[in-house]
């Protein structure tokens, strides 16, 4: 019977940081570039004599990150030299934070958060132009913000449930896009397994993951890698590892290296900060910029409006989505049940005529939105008809009235037009009504639809059952 091992990992995340210039120059941040070597300049260069200046912004958003995790900011801070040689680095060294970072400690849905510090990105090193490799620069030097976690997830789902909650954040205070498939936001996750829980194993780390799906893959992949080393009575090797999506499995890259092997000092060249005797830094100057967050807003949908969970998962995760649902309902201040309304249409229909492009609203604006769910309420317009009327409007815009009205979908109500009605369908349906009558009330409803189909669906189908069930009581 194979022994219980226990898994442990830790995350570090790095994200890249939109501000509108680099971390240590004023060379412009664009991470949208697709031209090597434009956003270039001596000092992110590492030309002789060039001398490094903090970017204010930078500082500022990893601080509002520390306080939106509940993290301590950091009185006193400074940067340090990590050293290591790599082509990407211009400088033979990497500014960093090593002992005094901006923020310690801190929590996100349940996983404690070690330091959050912030260095500066490297270039990139481009393979695919035969037996020789380029660098791009315009990359190095941008502000890149760095999260550790303390070693206590046990399992892939957690690990990505964390990381995808920090990119929420990240997104809600505008810090970063954190989109992952442009390099926004890139994983590691450190895994070890071992016999005794109060002992870590050997870590081995997962690097460069570039997809929430690869981050859990890669950590139940390597666990059970890890598990299958010890249980064969071997040893586990200190090492880095990538992660071949294709193969769906992880493979060794090299030695891991220790925190000594980079020689960290303190940077001569930049100032140490005291973050306390720098006004807007202070936690009174931050609070004002920190929006409503991911989880108190889910509260907040939950408390005031009543909505099903998994919609006020799609307001959470898609802004446009979002700004919709939240500028339709000034509309209806505290109407529960039109509230909802707006939420169905929106979570049903809207993301469904989107055809998976990331919650996409078309053409329509929340006054019209409001008043096709006014029309409903109003019994103008049957919830068949708003469909289509919600349809057109996605697709070219318009008031729902007026798209109703020439399409033939305002409800009838006219109860003269609907007696009429009523007579034929009543003259044509003889054994239908015969069942009504012995007690068959689902022969109701087919009558109502006889009518429905003989207005064209512009008739409003209450009003049409009341005259029926009138007439057939008479």
Same mark, same amino acid.
């Given at each position: 019977?194979?022994?219980?091992?226990?898994?442990?990992?830790?995350?570090?995340?790095?994200?890249?940081?939109?501000?509108?210039?680099?971390?240590?120059?004023?060379?412009?941040?664009?991470?949208?570039?697709?031209?090597?070597?434009?956003?270039?300049?001596?000092?992110?260069?590492?030309?002789?004599?060039?001398?490094?200046?903090?970017?204010?912004?930078?500082?500022?958003?990893?601080?509002?990150?520390?306080?939106?995790?509940?993290?301590?900011?950091?009185?006193?801070?400074?940067?340090?030299?990590?050293?290591?040689?790599?082509?990407?680095?211009?400088?033979?060294?990497?500014?960093?934070?090593?002992? *005094?970072?901006?923020?310690?400690?801190?929590?996100?849905?349940?996983?404690?958060?070690?330091?959050? *510090?912030?260095?500066?990105?490297?270039?990139?090193?481009? *393979?695919?132009?035969?037996?020789?490799?380029?660098?791009?620069?315009?990359?190095?030097?941008?502000?890149?913000?760095?999260?550790?976690?303390?070693?206590?997830? =046990?399992?892939?789902?957690?690990?990505?449930?964390?990381? =995808?909650?920090?990119?929420?954040?990240?997104?809600?205070? +505008?810090?970063?896009?954190?989109?992952?498939?442009?390099?926004?936001?890139?994983?590691?996750?450190?895994?070890?397994?071992?016999?005794?829980?109060?002992?870590?194993?050997?870590?081995?780390?997962?690097?460069?993951?570039?997809?929430?799906?690869?981050?859990?893959?890669?950590?139940?992949?390597?666990?059970?890698?890890?598990?299958?080393?010890?249980?064969?009575?071997?040893?586990?090797?200190?090492?880095?590892?990538?992660?071949?999506?294709?193969?769906?499995?992880?493979?060794?890259?090299?030695?891991?290296?220790?925190?000594?092997?980079?020689?960290?000092?303190?940077?001569?060249?930049?100032?140490?900060?005291?973050?306390?005797?720098?006004?807007?830094?202070?936690?009174?100057?931050?609070?004002?910029?920190?929006?409503?967050?991911?989880?108190?807003?889910?509260?907040?949908?939950?408390?005031?409006?009543?909505?099903?969970?998994?919609?006020?998962?799609?307001?959470?995760?898609?802004?446009?989505?979002?700004?919709?649902?939240?500028?339709?309902?000034?509309?209806?201040?505290?109407?529960?049940?039109?509230?909802?309304?707006?939420?169905?249409?929106?979570?049903?229909?809207?993301?469904?005529?989107?055809?998976?492009?990331?919650?996409?609203?078309?053409?329509?604006?929340?006054?019209?939105?409001?008043?096709?769910?006014?029309?409903?309420?109003?019994?103008?317009?049957?919830?068949?008809?708003?469909?289509?009327?919600?349809?057109?409007?996605?697709?070219?815009?318009?008031?729902?009235?007026?798209?109703?009205?020439?399409?033939?979908?305002?409800?009838?109500?006219?109860?003269?037009?609907?007696?009429?009605?009523?007579?034929?369908?009543?003259? +044509?349906?003889?054994?239908?009504?015969?069942?009504? =009558?012995?007690?068959?009330?689902?022969?109701?409803?087919?009558?109502?639809?006889?009518?429905?189909?003989?207005?064209?669906?512009?008739?409003?189908?209450?009003?049409?059952?009341?005259?029926?069930?009138?007439?057939?009581?008479?």
């Amino acid at each position: 019977m194979a022994k219980k091992y226990e898994p442990t990992i830790g995350l570090e995340i790095h994200t890249e940081l939109k501000t509108n210039t680099k971390m240590f120059c004023s060379c412009k941040n664009d991470l949208e570039e697709k031209r090597p070597n434009i956003n270039v300049c001596p000092v992110c260069m590492a030309h002789p004599g060039t001398l490094p200046v903090m970017n204010k912004e930078a500082i500022k958003s990893v601080l509002k990150v520390g306080m939106a995790l509940d993290g301590r900011i950091a009185d006193y801070t400074e940067f340090d030299r990590k050293n290591y040689f790599y082509p990407d680095i211009p400088k033979g060294y990497q500014i960093s934070q090593y002992k *005094h970072p901006l923020v310690l400690g801190g929590e996100l849905v349940g996983v404690k958060i070690t330091r959050i *510090h912030l260095e500066e990105d490297t270039a990139k090193s481009v *393979h695919d132009r035969g037996d020789f490799s380029l660098i791009d620069y315009n990359r190095a030097g941008v502000p890149l913000m760095e999260l550790v976690t303390e070693p206590v997830i =046990k399992d892939g789902a957690t690990a990505v449930k964390f990381a =995808k909650e920090l990119q929420l954040i990240l997104r809600y205070l +505008n810090v970063s896009d954190a989109d992952m498939e442009k390099g926004q936001m890139r994983l590691e996750t450190n895994i070890s397994v071992s016999e005794n829980k109060n002992k870590l194993g050997t870590k081995v780390e997962v690097k460069n993951l570039n997809s929430f799906r690869s981050v859990g893959l890669a950590i139940d992949y390597e666990i059970k890698r890890q598990t299958d080393v010890l249980e064969r009575g071997e040893e586990i090797k200190q090492e880095t590892r990538g992660w071949n999506e294709n193969k769906q499995e992880t493979f060794s890259q090299r030695e891991k290296e220790s925190s000594h092997d980079y020689r960290y000092f303190p940077e001569p060249d930049l100032p140490k900060l005291k973050i306390s005797e720098i006004e807007e830094f202070s936690k009174k100057s931050l609070s004002k910029e920190i929006p409503e967050l991911p989880s108190e807003k889910r509260e907040r949908y939950k408390k005031e409006y009543g909505i099903k969970d998994e919609n006020i998962e799609i307001y959470i995760t898609n802004e446009k989505l979002r700004s919709l649902f939240e500028e339709t309902i000034k509309e209806f201040k505290n109407n529960k049940n039109l509230i909802k309304l707006v939420s169905n249409y929106i979570t049903s229909d809207i993301v469904g005529f989107s055809k998976g492009e990331n919650g996409v609203v078309g053409k329509i604006e929340p006054k019209n939105l409001a008043r096709m769910i006014e029309m409903i309420e109003e019994s103008l317009i049957s919830s068949r008809g708003a469909k289509d009327v919600l349809l057109m409007m996605y697709e070219k815009g318009g008031n729902p009235k007026e798209i109703a009205k020439s399409k033939n979908l305002l409800q009838v109500s006219d109860e003269n037009r609907l007696k009429k009605i009523v007579e034929k369908v009543i003259k +044509n349906n003889q054994k239908v009504i015969e069942t009504y =009558k012995n007690g068959n009330e689902a022969s109701l409803q087919y009558l109502v639809g006889q009518g429905m189909k003989e207005s064209g669906g512009s008739a409003n189908p209450n009003a049409l059952k009341k005259l029926i069930i009138s007439a057939l009581s008479s």
